[in-house]
């Protein structure tokens, strides 16, 4: 490979550090080793001349010409286009009938799309950089991606649970289609050994919508009822309800400590549940407490601690997930409502430019938001 290749993934790396969720450089040049993974050299010149609105194949055969003088016909640009999707490298929508593609972030994006394709080669990768840049980059917005909410279950009947809270209530009352798809997580730390400790089911991925995941053949459709089922499994099992960070989540990620790169970043911090959007906490009454551990067992954040021969809840690591409350026979813990509560965008769309403005400030801002009008790269 060239030096003016090597160059073209440092341009690539450059504009995807410019979206919401970055993609910063490193000393050890892992995140340049991972595009190199996912492109060839044209494919990297292809994404180049893409942004995060999704754009038709003519102005994107255009910037390819001038850019780099590039000419490909609109068959060639198309056929190129949609093996790149395939590849799950970009995203690829659908309006009036033809296709149009935008740049995928790293997580959630490319990372996520490789569900069903991943190689140990990959997952040593991915953890490498978490440690080593991108993971400080994934909670650096006070806006996460994710939020988490609580097992409906753990919840006293007096607290009126908002809808975007509710899980249950969302899934039953959505007009979109739903799916199940594997967790890209869990298959990854299984491939390097280490299986989740929680469940042996990793089709546990829940999605809302249209999306990329079916197009790709990577995900199946479900009805309401099955989608039910596995909030149920979920609680039973013991992992952590992560909807989307919007009041129309597109994903419902189903998480364990042990695998999800998320929670698994989040627990090396000394005060991890900042990064979190939640609007609950759990407290252990000591004086119900028999110390029987299984609030221990449950925690998937490490937030249970011993105090005596009781137990209580760090509220620095609590993210209010309720796991510990539901399985409590002496019902010595509870969830508790935060003063403050936390109200999420009304859409994905609105997360991201609310992470963009906090990053950018608004007066570049407003710059952003024309370009991507326009869809022009950031």
């Given at each position: 490979m060239s030096?003016?290749?090597d160059g ?7 504009q ?15 995140e ?14 292809i994404a ?11 102005p ?7 850019k ?10 198309s ?5 790149m999707?395939?590849?799950g490298?970009?995203?690829?929508s659908?309006s009036?009938g033809s296709?149009?593609?935008g740049?995928?972030m790293?997580?959630i994006?490319m990372?996520?799309?490789?569900v ?5 080669e990959l997952?040593q ?5 978490f440690?080593e840049?991108?993971?400080a980059?994934?909670?650096?917005s006070?806006l996460p991606q994710?939020?988490?909410?609580p097992h ?7 607290y009126?649970?908002e809808p975007y809270d509710?899980m249950r209530?969302f899934i039953?009352h ?14 990854g730390?299984a491939l390097l050994?280490r299986?989740c400790k929680q ?7 829940l ?11 990577r995900?199946r459709?479900?009805?309401?009822d099955e ?9 039973e099992?013991g ?6 960070n919007?009041r129309?989540?597109?994903?419902i ?7 999800c790169g998320?929670?698994?970043t989040?627990?090396k911090q ?8 939640t609007?609950?906490y759990?407290?252990?009454?000591a004086?119900?407490?028999t110390?029987c551990?299984?609030?221990v067992?449950?925690c ?8 005596g ?9 609590c993210?209010?997930c ?12 509870r969830l508790?409502?935060?003063?403050r509560i936390?109200?999420p965008p ?5 997360l991201?430019?609310s992470?963009l403005m906090?990053r950018?400030?608004?007066k570049?801002m407003?710059v952003?938001?024309?370009?991507l009008?326009?869809g022009?790269?950031?």
């Amino acid at each position: 490979m060239s030096n003016n290749d090597d160059g073209i993934y440092r341009q690539l790396q450059i504009q995807l550090d410019r979206y919401p969720i970055g993609y910063p450089a490193t000393k050890s040049g892992v995140e340049i080793d991972i595009l190199k993974y996912f492109f060839t050299p044209l494919e990297a010149k292809i994404a180049l001349c893409l942004t995060l609105r999704s754009i038709s194949v003519s102005p994107i055969r255009k910037r390819l010409k001038n850019k780099f003088g590039i000419e490909l016909s609109p068959d060639e640009l198309s056929a190129m286009l949609d093996e790149m999707f395939q590849k799950g490298v970009i995203r690829r929508s659908e309006s009036a009938g033809s296709f149009r593609y935008g740049i995928a972030m790293l997580a959630i994006g490319m990372f996520e799309y490789h569900v069903d394709d991943l190689t140990d080669e990959l997952v040593q990768m991915m953890h490498s950089y978490f440690d080593e840049a991108f993971g400080a980059e994934f909670f650096r917005s006070s806006l996460p991606q994710l939020r988490t909410s609580p097992h409906l279950k753990a919840l006293i009947p007096e607290y009126i649970v908002e809808p975007y809270d509710n899980m249950r209530h969302f899934i039953k009352h959505t007009r979109e289609p739903l799916y199940v798809a594997n967790c890209v997580c869990k298959q990854g730390e299984a491939l390097l050994g280490r299986p989740c400790k929680q469940t042996d089911n990793y089709e546990v991925c829940l999605l809302i919508g249209k999306t990329g995941y079916a197009a790709r053949g990577r995900a199946r459709e479900i009805s309401k009822d099955e989608c039910l089922k596995i909030l149920d499994m979920a609680e039973e099992r013991g992992m952590v309800l992560q909807p989307g960070n919007s009041r129309k989540p597109a994903c419902i990620c189903i998480c364990c400590g042990c695998c999800c790169g998320v929670l698994t970043t989040a627990k090396k911090q000394p005060r991890p549940a900042r990064f979190f959007a939640t609007n609950y906490y759990a407290r252990i009454d000591a004086s119900s407490c028999t110390g029987c551990g299984v609030c221990v067992k449950r925690c998937q954040m490490d937030a249970i601690v011993a105090d005596g021969k009781t137990f209580r809840v760090d509220r620095d690591r609590c993210i209010g997930c309720g796991l510990c409350v539901t399985r409590c026979k002496p019902k010595a813990a509870r969830l508790i409502r935060k003063d403050r509560i936390t109200v999420p965008p009304m859409n994905t769309e609105i997360l991201y430019l609310s992470i963009l403005m906090e990053r950018a400030g608004r007066k570049k801002m407003i710059v952003n938001m024309l370009k991507l009008l326009f869809g022009k790269p950031l």
